[in-house]
Every structure is written in structure tokens, then in C-alpha cells.
């Protein structure tokens, strides 16, 4: 598994556009925006050992939730597969252990919705 570390990026020089997670009160540059792949994940080694999990979606969203899969322990989900639900459209991923989906703008498992122990925490996300 490839885990980037957090530490100062210059930005897309194409776009000038760079990837920043909110964590524990600051903005932490990511990546440039053209490095992430849509459909794919990112792992984000974060300062305190967490590691978070970054999308780019095929809308061109980006999102970052924690990269931990509850229902296993194991730090995977950002080699999970993308997808959207059919009524709503809500962006999700599903892990690729035990393929349960999760809801990347609020971190909801779209599996267990009435069991906020299987809910992933989220990352606010800008792009600068």
C-alpha cells in the first residue's frame, strides 16, 4: 500500500490547484489535484499516525474520509471501489474486504445506517 506523507506540496502547476484536508483545526496540504485519479484512492499518512483516505470522484468532487475500515481494523479503504447510489446519487466507497459501502460526504456505512459505530469519520476538503 502506497501512504503519502503530509508535508508541504508545491500545487498543480497546470491548474495551480492543490488537495487540503482539515485536521484538528488546520489546513493540511495533500497533493496537486491532477495527481489523484478519478475513481481511485489516495492514503494520507496524517501527523498524529491517523491515516485518511482521499477521492476524486467522477464528478470531479473531492473527498477525504478516515482510511480505517471499522468492520475490520485493517487501513484499506482507500483501495476501495468508487460508487454512487441509484436513487440519490450520494458518492460512496466500498471496501474491498468485506464490500460493505460507505457514504463519503458524511462517512454513514449506506450498510449499517443505524449504527454510528460502523460510521467513518470525515475530513473537510479544499482546493486551493
Known amino acids: ?24 483545526g488546520r489546513w493540511l496540504p495533500v497533493c496537486a489535484l491532477a495527481a489523484l485519479t478519478p475513481g481511485r484512492g489516495v492514503a494520507v499518512l496524517l501527523p498524529d499516525g491517523r491515516q485518511a483516505a ?4 467522477r464528478r470531479g468532487d473531492v473527498h477525504a474520509v478516515d482510511n480505517r475500515d471499522p468492520f475490520t481494523g485493517a487501513f484499506v479503504l482507500s483501495r476501495g471501489l468508487l460508487g454512487s447510489t441509484g436513487n440519490d446519487g450520494r458518492p460512496f466507497v466500498a471496501s474491498p474486504l468485506l464490500k460493505q459501502r460507505f457514504d463519503l460526504t458524511d462517512g454513514s456505512c449506506l450498510d449499517a445506517p443505524d449504527d454510528p459505530a460502523r460510521a467513518l469519520p470525515t475530513y473537510p476538503v479544499r482546493l486551493r
Open 54 to 57: 482521499v477521492f476524486l470522484d
Open 1 to 24: 500500500m502506497t501512504v503519502t506523507t503530509l508535508s508541504p506540496r508545491p500545487t498543480d502547476t497546470a491548474t495551480g490547484t492543490a488537495v487540503e484536508i482539515a485536521v484538528e
